[in-house]
């Protein structure tokens, strides 16, 4: 036996669930974190400094460093990607898509195709008259919506964009690879393309949105350029 050695005592502080890299899914977890201790005979004695926290996976026993907890898991992943989805969809019917029947129908398909599959157009309009209502604009309008006069109710909700743009999309980006953050910004350029060409505002929310998404600027107009069929 070895008279003098060190090992390494573990603590649990914590644990839930996180996403695995190796397992390759959500898997529970423990957060743990360890002292070197000077053994004498087998036995932990005297500290010999931190051995700092780790993550270890509860299937795979597989050990990863504190900001294996940044990832979402799968499940808070899609939950993320339905909600910005949906986000975009609003926010171009907010810039003047509303009135256009074709537009309304685009944004019902691409966010029932995020995984919101009941929703239907009174619902968005629903959530429409609810943001006019909100932002204080137009008193009494949410009591008396129709296709016919939404986008000029609507005109103007500016500080609801800005808000819910940035925390739908921004934290998302961060786990979004390119094509991923390009696939949202298309699937609105596509709800604003499907009544028309774009309307003054509702490129300005498309240009807001790539910005959100980490999207450089140059590649926001060649990504809508493109989706619109106009050379880039």
């Known amino acids: 036996m070895c008279v003098l050695g060190v090992r390494t005592t573990w603590h649990t502080e914590g644990d839930g669930d996180f996403f695995c890299a190796d397992c390759g899914g959500d898997r529970g977890y423990r957060r743990r974190s360890g002292v070197r201790r000077l053994t004498v005979l087998g036995l932990p004695l005297w500290p010999r400094g931190s051995a700092g926290t780790i993550v270890e996976c509860l299937v795979c026993r597989a050990r990863y460093g504190p900001d294996a ?3 979402p898991t799968t499940t808070v992943f899609s939950a993320m ?3 910005a989805v949906h986000t975009v969809a609003l926010a171009v019917l907010t810039a003047g898509g509303a009135n256009g029947g074709a537009a309304r129908s685009a944004a019902v398909g691409a966010v029932r195709s995020a995984g919101f599959t009941d929703c239907t157009e009174d619902q968005l309009l629903g959530l429409l008259a ?7 604009r137009f008193p009494g309008a949410a009591d008396a919506w129709g296709p016919a006069g939404l986008a000029d109710a609507i005109d103007g909700c ?8 940035h925390e739908a999309l921004e934290p998302l980006a961060r786990h979004l690879a390119p094509q991923g953050r390009e696939r949202i910004l298309l699937q609105g350029a596509r709800i604003a393309l499907a009544d028309g060409p774009y309307l003054p505002a509702e490129r300005e929310v498309l240009t807001a949105v790539g910005r959100c998404l980490s999207i450089t600027r140059e590649e926001t107009d060649r990504l809508l350029e493109a989706a619109a069929g106009t050379p880039s």
């Open 69 to 71: 907890l940044e990832r």
């Open 81 to 83: 990607l339905r909600d």
């Open 130 to 136: 609810a943001i006019v209502a909100d932002e204080g």
């Open 158 to 165: 500016g500080s609801w964009l800005s808000i819910e743009l």
